[in-house]
Structure formats: C-alpha cells, structure tokens
C-alpha cells in the first residue's frame, strides 16, 4: 500500500486516484440531473475543496458559474473552534441555485456558522456537495445532498486536504498512520 510523508507524519492511501474520479462523475451526473433547465451558482470553499469543485465543475452540463470563498476553522489537524471568512464573494445571491461545495465535512461548525449569512441573502436554495463527510465527528447538522465520501474520524490528506498546508498535491486521498 502507497505510503507518503507530510511534516512529521506517514499517511498511507485510503482511495485511489480512479475511484475518487469515478464518485466525482456519479455525484456530477446528478447534479445535471437535479438542475437541468436551471443555472446554478457552484459556490466553492477554499482552500480545500479547490480540487474536488475543478473535478466536478469540469463535469456539469447546465449552464452554471463557479465563485470561491476562503472560511476556516483548521489550524495544523485539528479545529480551531472559531470560524474565519477570508475573502468574500460578490455574488448578488438572491434567487440564486446554490451548490456549496466543500472538502469536508467533519464537525459541521464551519457550515453552520455560514449557512445563515447566505441565507440572508434569500437565494432560491442552497444544496451543499463535499467530497468527504466524517458522520462520527458531526456535532452540528447540517444538510448534506451530496457526498462523496462518508469516512471514519481519521485524519486525511490528498485530493486538495492539507496538513499544515501541504499535502494537497496527491490526487488520491491519505489517511493518517
């Protein structure tokens, strides 16, 4: 089994390179399915999901647009507990589909405390599609519509997942020795 170095950590692989693009084509058949006949406004958090929304933004057949917004609540490999908002948007949101998209799900404090902001801004809907959930780790519910992947309370890197920052080069996904 494939092994890789990050900082001070050995991480081995949890899925491959062809299995991830295998559930990003089914997650992206869907969503031409569930938005034909719409324009959806593919919302991306960065810096993450940057991987998993180019795999699947590349896959989408209705007319749709991308924008990216930079939230945190990481530092190192664990939760900081506080949520922080980088870089805004300039989307005027009201009457907008939104897909938020994201690169994991684990506590959900992240999109809980974000999810009001947007709905403030009154847009026709908002689905949220991430490329991992961690339901172990759930302690604030948060609706999810599409998901990649549910994985145990591990920590991962690859795919656009960083420790400290790097790591998010591999196109398949590492988990934690």
Same mark, same amino acid.
Do not use: C, N, P
């Given at each position: 089994m494939a092994t890789i170095r990050v900082h001070d950590r050995v991480f081995t692989e949890y899925l491959s390179a062809a299995v991830i693009q295998e559930r990003v084509t089914a997650l992206a058949t869907q969503i031409n399915e569930d938005y034909a006949g719409k324009k959806p406004l593919f919302l991306a958090i960065l810096n993450g999901s940057f991987m998993?929304?180019?795999?699947?933004?590349?896959? *989408?057949? /209705? =007319?749709?647009?991308?924008?990216?917004?930079?939230?945190?609540?990481?530092?190192?490999?664990?939760?900081?507990?506080?949520?922080?908002?980088?870089?805004?948007?300039?989307?005027?949101?009201?009457?907008?589909?939104? *897909?938020? /998209? =994201?690169?994991?799900?684990d506590t959900g404090k992240t999109l809980h405390h974000f999810l009001p902001s947007l709905q403030q801004q009154q847009p026709a809907s908002i689905r949220i599609a991430t490329f991992l959930h961690k339901p172990e780790a759930t302690t604030f519910e948060v609706p999810l519509d599409y998901v990649g992947f549910s994985i145990p309370n591990k920590f991962v890197v690859g795919y656009g997942l960083d420790y400290d920052g790097m790591g998010r080069n591999y196109g398949a996904l590492y988990q934690l020795v």
């Open positions: 998993f929304a180019a795999d699947l933004f590349k896959q *989408i057949r /209705v =007319e749709a647009e991308i924008s990216f917004i930079k939230i945190a609540s990481y530092q190192g490999m664990r939760s900081t507990g506080q949520v922080v908002t980088s870089i805004g948007m300039e989307q005027d949101l009201h009457e907008r589909e939104l *897909i938020i /998209v =994201e690169d994991i799900v």
